[in-house]
């Protein structure tokens, strides 16, 4: 141990366990902002996809109205093409009127055969005018549907502007909203970053003679010798004066921070890779699981709220050190302190 202290002294001051607090803060800001903005999204997005069931409506009865005027244009076309004939052979029989009427000019002696054939041929002549004003008159209240079809149209197209505004607006309101969480995401993260350092500066002091405690980027490391016996869960009377020292310093903490900080104390138990040997743990899973739920049964027994905390086993399989001396399987059984977010 002396020898361990000595050449930390020849190193001098570590820098890269700030650095390493610093890129997590910013890491785990990150991943909460885009955590925050999905759901902002999802919600607004509900609201949008009301509207566009809104507009899809009314594109529909807009492509059926569209349908109809095509199909009275149809319609009309129909008629207009019946009423030129029509009107051609009204031309027709005014052409044939005036020679029959040339004729009985002439003929004017002749008034058996030919007044008949007169009369008939005026019979004709009316029922052909007939139907022609008749087809006018159809043609007349086309017009008048037509009308109000494109009245109807204009009515729609209007709506559907009214709809691309309200559109608008709501894709305006998101992006502020969006902004506006950011803005706000980004204050609890500033936030929790100032309790998380004042809370390990605490740490520092209150631990600072401890040779066998470390500060690893953003945990607090405790050799497992600290709290427990070999392959042992329970806590041994020297562990539970550093926990004491710790569960002070949370408690004063859990006060300082404002209640809509989603923090947490997460204490993760870890282990060597030496396989169990009897006992009544059957594997160092159980083991590391066993020990990080004793620290944290213990920290509430001292005050701390329990929705404040969580307990984490990872066994030998995250290990500090890959070697295999007594030092490096020192170094890996360890309890890790982590004041973070849910």
């Known amino acids: 141990m002396a020898l361990s202290r000595a050449r930390r002294g020849e190193r001098g001051i570590d820098y890269w366990p700030g650095f390493v607090d610093a890129l997590s803060t910013f890491l785990l800001a990150i991943i909460f902002m885009l955590s925050v903005f999905m759901l902002a999204q999802f919600f607004l997005s509900r609201d949008i996809a009301g509207k566009d069931e809104s507009m899809l409506r009314l594109q529909r009865q807009i492509a059926e109205l569209g349908e109809l005027l095509q199909l009275e244009r149809g319609q009309r076309q129909t008629l207009q093409e019946g009423l030129a004939a029509i009107t051609a052979t009204l031309g027709t029989s005014e052409q044939e009127r005036a020679r029959l009427q040339g004729l009985l000019t002439d003929a004017q002696g002749q008034a058996g055969s030919a007044g008949t054939r007169a009369t008939t041929l005026e019979a004709q002549i009316a029922q052909h005018r007939q139907t022609a004003q008749a087809a006018l008159a159809q043609i007349e209240l086309l017009n008048q549907q037509i009308t109000a079809l494109r009245r109807q149209l204009a009515a729609l197209e209007d709506a559907l502007g009214a709809s691309e505004a309200r559109d608008r607006e709501s894709q305006s309101r998101i992006t502020d909203l969006g902004r506006r969480l950011n803005l706000a995401l980004a204050q609890r993260v500033q936030e929790l970053s100032r309790y998380r350092s004042e809370f390990f500066g605490r740490l520092r002091e209150i631990l600072a003679e401890r040779a066998d405690i470390r500060v690893v980027g953003d945990r607090f490391v405790f050799g497992s010798e600290v709290f427990f016996g070999s392959s042992q869960a329970e806590i041994e ?44 743990f059957r594997s160092n899973w159980e083991l ?14 001292r005050g701390i709220a329990p929705e404040r905390l969580v307990a984490a086993g990872f066994g030998e399989f995250q290990p500090i050190d890959r070697g295999d001396t007594a030092e490096a399987l020192a170094r890996n059984r360890r309890i890790e302190l982590r004041l973070t977010d849910r």
Request: net charge neutral; no cysteine.
């Open 237 to 280: 009377p020297g562990g539970r004066a550093e926990l004491d020292k710790l569960a002070a310093a949370l408690v004063q903490l859990e006060k300082d921070i404002p209640t809509d900080i989603p923090w947490v104390l997460r204490v993760d138990g870890h282990t060597d890779a030496r396989p169990m040997q009897g006992g009544r």
């Open 288 to 301: 590391s699981a066993a020990r990080s739920i004793a620290v944290v049964q213990y920290l509430i027994s």
